[in-house]
Each structure stands twice: as C-alpha cells, then as structure tokens.
C-alpha cells in the first residue's frame, strides 16, 4: 500500500483524472490587475462599525440555514423581482456546482459559448456532464445566433451558460440573439450576470415571461469578493428543487452577516461601481491610443486586447516583472490568441499598469 498511483488510476474517475486544477497564480506584493476584484476599500468609518457588528456573532452556532434575514435584504437592494425566489451560494461558483449536481449526470449536456468562463466547463465535466462550446463570431465576439440553435438543436442540452456581459471578451451579447436562445432551449438557460453591477442591463425583468430562464448573480465583482455570495434567481418551482442539492450551511455567519451590513451601505458599494465604469473608459482610452493594440470595449470590469503575435507571453512576464499582475489569455482558447486581460484599477494602478505595458511592448 506504499503507491497511491495505481489504486487512484482505477478509483478517481476518468474525467476527473483528464482534468486540470484551476490554477491561481500567486500575487504576494503586485499590483492585482487579473481577477476582476474591486480596487476600492471602505472608509475607516465603516469598518469600524462592520467590526463592531461582527461582536455580536455567535461562532459556536450553526448560521440561519435559509439566511432569511440576508435574503430579505437582497431583495430590497438588489433589484430581485416579487415573484422570484432566491437560491443563495458559496459564491456563484457554487452554484453552477449546484445546477451540475441537480441536473447533471449521463447522457445530459452543458452548452455554452466560447470563450466564456472556464468553470462551465469544469464543473460540467466533474459532475458527469458532456460539456459542447459553440464558438463566438471571431472579430466582435458576438454571439453566433445560428450556430447556437443548431448546436441546441444537436445536442438538446439540460443546461446552456450565457455570461452577461460575457467573460473573458467584456461584451454582452445582443438581446434578442439571447432570447431565441432561450426560446429555443430544451432545457435550463442560466443567464450569469456576474459583472450586471458594471452594464445595466439584466434579464431579471424576463423571468416571468420564459419557464425556462434562470438568472445568477454574485457581490464579488461589485466588491465583496472576499465573502463568497452568489445567488440565484428563478421561479419558485426550480428553486424548490434546486434548493435540494444545497448543502444546509452553505453560507456561514461571517458571511451572511458582513454581507447584510455591506448592503445596508449598498450606496458604498454603488459609488465605487460608478467610479470603475469612469475608470474603464479612461483605461480603454488609453489603451486604445497605444500603437500595435487590439482593444475591445467593455462592459464588465475588465479590458481584454491582443498585441502583436507571439509576443503575449513575453509581454506579460515583462508587465509582471514591473510590479502589476494581469491575466493570460493566450493559450486558453484559440480565439484568444495572442491575447491579454487586464482589470479596471484605481486610477494610480490603471497607470501603472499602461506605463508598464507602454514599456514591455517597446
Ligand atoms: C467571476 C465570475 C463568476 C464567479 O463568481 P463567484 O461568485 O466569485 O464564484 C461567475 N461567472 C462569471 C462569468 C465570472 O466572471
């Protein structure tokens, strides 16, 4: 029993055995530019009285399995329509998680865009599922209407993923290509709205009209990363059943009391969204002036942009190497080629950032 090796080859199942772990890059001393975190702390004020409400914790009980009182507070500050119920997640992560283990297994299918968020398909794979990616339109990124129907068509999947605004690309596909997709669909269509805090728009206002329709959220991106709170929106029905595979604690004390004080500040939290909307612009500016650039709008919290072939990986060592951490994309996806995301700093970092970047591409 000294070797592992063998009893893992036939106990660990195959698709787990093909997979690679998500890796996170470490980040000790650098300017964080590469996980769509908000930039922004709280003033002082507002710490203090944060720490001065976690006194009142009891760590030796178990949280409020349903976070009623959470709950209720979402849904006054977050825009959750009356006739929705709320599912709520150790970060949306979990709830994708979540959708796998209610929905998956053999012979069902996750369909997603490509590229979009790499945990689709991770999650699909692990909870049994096959896994289908219809490629984006290259160029603008624009989801592919027809392809998508037809691949919908094909492979009848239990779950389709939209991201939107999509991640890694920044854009949010056009509505009515959206709709027929869910129109289309034979199963679940979960719209992750994770950067909904930096667009506007949202396909909360749609649940009522289509049976089908989830929509997911999460406070990471708006500036509670560090909790782990994402939710989900949909009719009672489907959360009933959902609500199954949740496990009992899955949001804990510190959690679901942090996040009910932060949205009772929720105007915080909006002001620092509003001024990263600012900055984005400013940052697309100025990447947009840079010669030898690709650069694609955005409506998330983040800038994605090619530079010249075969330099990415160089580029971005060179960016790191000045003190400013980004994100690789280059060698995720073919369609992302030669590709790099950055995302939206304080104005002090957005500088850097460029001045280091103006340097590595020289
Ligand atoms: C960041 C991100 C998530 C994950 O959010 P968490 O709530 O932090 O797990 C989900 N979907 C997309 C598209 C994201 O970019």
């Known amino acids: 029993m000294s070797d592992p090796e063998s009893l893992i080859r036939t106990l660990i199942r195959p698709a787990v055995q093909d997979m690679q772990a998500y890796h996170v890059p470490p980040s000790r001393g650098l300017v964080k530019l590469d996980a769509m975190e908000n930039p922004f702390g709280w003033p002082k004020e507002l710490v203090d009285a944060w720490v001065e409400r976690l006194r009142g914790v009891q760590l030796n009980r178990y949280p409020d399995p349903s976070a009623s009182a959470l709950k209720q507070q979402m849904r006054r500050v977050l825009g959750v329509p009356g006739n929705a119920e709320l599912l709520l997640g150790n970060g949306s992560d979990e709830l994708i998680q979540l959708l796998g283990m209610a929905l998956g297994g053999e012979r069902r299918t996750v369909l997603t865009v490509g590229p979009s968020f790499a945990m689709y398909r991770l999650i699909a794979l692990f909870t049994g599922m096959a896994y289908v990616e219809v490629p984006l339109r290259a160029g603008d990124f624009a989801l592919d209407t027809e392809a998508t129907l037809t691949a919908v068509d094909a492979h009848r999947p239990a779950i389709i993923y939209l991201a939107y605004p999509n991640n890694p690309t920044g854009n949010a596909f056009d509505r009515q290509a959206v709709e027929s997709v869910v129109r289309a669909a034979p199963g679940v269509v979960v719209l992750d709205e994770a950067y909904h805090a930096f667009c506007g728009e949202s396909f ?14 999460t406070v990471s991106k708006m500036g509670l990363a560090g909790l782990r709170l994402g939710y989900l929106m949909g009719h009672p029905a489907w959360l009933e059943q959902l609500e199954k595979c949740r496990l009992p604690y899955n949001v804990g004390v510190l959690t679901q009391l942090s996040a009910r004080f932060a949205l009772e500040h929720v105007e915080v939290l909006d002001a620092q969204t509003a001024r ?31 530079v010249p072939a075969g330099r990415a990986r160089a580029i971005h060592q060179s960016i790191r190497e000045q003190g400013v951490l980004i994100k690789l994309l280059d060698g995720s996806h073919p369609m992302l080629e030669d590709c790099l995301r950055v995302t939206v700093g304080t104005p002090d970092e957005n500088r850097q950032f460029l001045q280091a970047l103006t340097r590595a591409i020289q």
């Open 204 to 217: 909360a206002g749609d649940l009522a009209r289509y049976p089908n329709l989830l929509v997911m959220r």
């Open 276 to 306: 990263i909307r600012e900055e984005r612009e400013r940052l697309l500016a100025g990447l947009q002036a840079m010669d030898h650039l690709r650069v694609w709008p955005s409506q998330a919290n983040f800038i994605t942009f090619r």
